[in-house]
């Protein structure tokens, strides 16, 4: 088992993958992918029990992430390859042509890791949803775990998947939503409110947990707890709040970095505060 | 012009019913889900013989496209059933990116297409479905023609790997395949061989289009009926050599103009082999309540349409 020390080195590694990929091709989402960098570094590096190095799409016999806000793919991308499901090279082709990394994950290109495209909003619990059943017929007791955005819980189709795991009891699965309350036009709350999202999960009949996502003090707490409510009946969900942009000074307390590449300077600047780790760059 | 017997009368959606159901028992991956619309699919058999197989996910289509999309990533072999104007319109982005993109082995089983739904009106009866589909990159449409076509491409894309789009529809409608025809995939299926016009129909339009044969035939005139069940990937050589054959074209469904058969049919010969080419299909139109039958008429899809046309197409022979 990792320790919070070598988490916080992969995650601190993972965030200069993400600006470096996105200020290479001068696109991306930063902001999103900053945030959950923590997150997905936790899942992918000690909670889930996964086989990077034999790749199956099917992920029968072991846990499986979908990551439903496909637009956050930087960090996605940087820890499938730093857990080893494709070269960290192949980083450095991430959006452009011919490339397995398209700027929204997808399985078209065979990249391993990813077995669904994603990238137009909501659809995620519903696979997600769909393979936790899968996994049931088959009598397979691994977990599969879903990312929303929180902005992304506007979709419709997303309350249709709420109903759905509930009805079906897929207590199977572990949803994390994103709470970082900031979407492209700016706030949720100013956008379109997603207003006691607690109360809606729990009227919905599910279990419902809170979580920062940015605090491994936190995550170490209810990552556990949430496990530990799997297989009772009730789909699972975790309110994690997190900070879009964490990491970077500048990035942090704003939606601007949503969708939006740094210029040389302010890439600079963001390097400085995140120094290369032993892993080294791609 | 050969005499088809009419074996009964059925509705090719319980041919779909009866194919699902073989289908089930011979793969256990098979499994299904619906809309809330599990009598009108005639899904009912296959939900009783195999409960823990079915699906049953409510009013919400487009959560059922994922959830489809994430079973057949698992291994299975899930069909989904509804309308098809739910199947295909509500939740088109569902399948393109979810079915279609991550080329998922989802069928999506479709019924009541195009006007013969009849009384429900325009709102149910979907014309745009095959075009909406066969755009997608990847995607298999097929649009069978009777009770006994429907049940066999049932139990052949069960077969298959890929994302397939099964349209067929709600009335009863005349049996004349013969249960042991066999269903190929992509093979367009030789009725009458003739040597004036080639008519290229699918669905309920292949029934008419015998019919026009007939009408075609007191007049003289040698029709050759080919019926294509699989619109894409489409049997290219089947229609090149025909066309050369009678040197004009009519092409025949329940679909509009726009994005259908009749439009697959025409782009093809334009690039290979231009042909003068009539199309029987709803011309830019929504459809309205009504029997199937009057339907038909007042759209100009009826047997007679389909020999007018012909004759049409005969006269801008060169």
């Known amino acids: 088992m990792r320790t919070v020390n070598e988490l916080q080195t992969i995650a601190t590694q993972v965030r200069r993958d993400i600006l470096r990929m996105v200020y290479a091709v001068k696109s991306g989402h930063p902001g999103g992918s900053l945030g959950c960098a923590d997150f997905l570094t936790a899942l992918y590096f000690k909670y889930m029990k996964h086989n990077p190095s034999t790749f199956e799409l099917t992920g029968n016999q072991e846990d499986v992430f979908f990551l439903s806000n496909g637009h956050i793919s930087p960090v996605f991308y940087s820890v499938l390859a730093r857990s080893g499901y494709f070269p960290v090279e192949e980083m450095a082709t991430f959006r452009k042509l011919n490339t397995r990394l398209q700027g929204h994950p997808t399985t078209h290109e065979g990249l391993p890791g990813v077995r669904v495209a994603s990238g137009s909003l909501g659809q995620g619990i519903s696979v997600a949803a769909g393979l936790a059943l899968e996994k ?7 977990t599969v775990w879903v990312l929303t955005g929180d902005g992304e819980l506007q979709e419709g189709q997303i309350w249709e998947a709420v109903m759905f795991s509930k009805h079906y009891k897929i207590d199977n699965m572990i949803v994390t939503v994103d709470f970082n309350q900031k979407q492209i036009d700016g706030s949720t709350g100013d956008v379109m409110g997603i207003t006691e999202l607690s109360s809606k999960f729990l009227a919905f009949g599910w279990e419902v947990l809170e979580m920062d996502g940015n605090d491994w003090n936190s995550m170490d707490t209810v990552i556990p707890q949430a496990q530990a409510k799997l297989g009772q009946g009730k789909p699972i969900v975790i309110i994690m709040k997190t900070e879009m942009g964490q990491g970077v000074d500048f990035m942090m307390g704003t939606h601007a970095w949503h969708g939006k590449a740094p210029s040389e300077e302010q890439m600079n600047s963001a390097m400085a505060q995140l120094p290369v780790t032993e892993l080294g760059d791609y | 012009m050969r ?11 319980s041919g779909f019913g009866a194919g699902l159901l073989e289908a089930g028992q011979a ?8 809309a809330d619309l599990t009598g009108s699919l005639m899904m009912d058999a296959f939900k009783d013989a195999f409960p823990t197989r079915f699906i049953q996910a409510g009013i919400a289509e487009a959560n059922m496209m994922g959830v489809a999309a994430g079973l057949a990533i698992g291994g299975k072999v899930p069909f989904t059933g ?7 319109g509500r939740v088109y982005d569902q399948i393109r990116q979810s079915i279609a993109y991550s080329h998922t082995n989802v069928k999506i089983a479709a019924s009541h297409a195009g006007l013969t739904l ?4 325009a709102t149910h009866q979907i014309l745009e479905d095959i075009g909406l589909m066969k755009m997608l990159p990847g995607m298999t449409v097929i649009n069978p023609c009777d009770y006994n076509q429907t049940k066999a491409a049932t139990i052949a894309i069960a077969k298959m790997n890929g994302p397939v789009y099964l349209r067929f529809g709600r ?13 190929v995939i992509g093979k367009a299926l030789m009725l009458n061989e003739g040597t004036d016009v080639s008519i290229f129909a699918t669905g309920h339009l292949v029934w008419k ?10 007049k003289g005139i040698s029709a050759e009926i080919i019926n294509i069940h699989t619109i894409k990937p489409l049997d290219i050589d089947a229609v090149i050599t025909s066309a050369k054959k009678t040197g004009c074209v009519v092409t025949a469904e329940e679909h509009q103009m726009n994005g259908g058969l009749g439009d697959s049919i025409a782009q093809l010969l334009a690039l290979k082999m231009p042909t003068p080419l009539e199309m029987v299909a709803v011309n830019d139109s929504f459809g309205e309540s009504g029997t199937p039958d009057e339907l038909l008429v007042k759209y100009h899809l009826d047997s007679q349409d389909v020999a007018d046309a012909a004759v049409r197409a005969i006269a801008r022979k060169i």
């Open chain 1, 136 to 142: 049931k017929l088959n009598n397979d007791n691994s």
């Open chain 2, 3 to 13: 005499k088809f017997e009419i074996l009964g009368s059925k509705d090719t959606r």
């Open chain 2, 27 to 34: 793969d256990e991956n098979v499994v299904a889900l619906c």
């Open chain 2, 82 to 88: 509804t309308f098809a104007n739910f199947s295909t």
């Open chain 2, 118 to 121: 009849g009384e429900d009106g």
């Open chain 2, 171 to 183: 009335p009863k409608w005349p049996v004349f395949i013969s249960e042991d025809t066999p269903f």
């Open chain 2, 209 to 218: 289009a015998i019919e026009a044969g007939h009408i075609l035939a007191e």
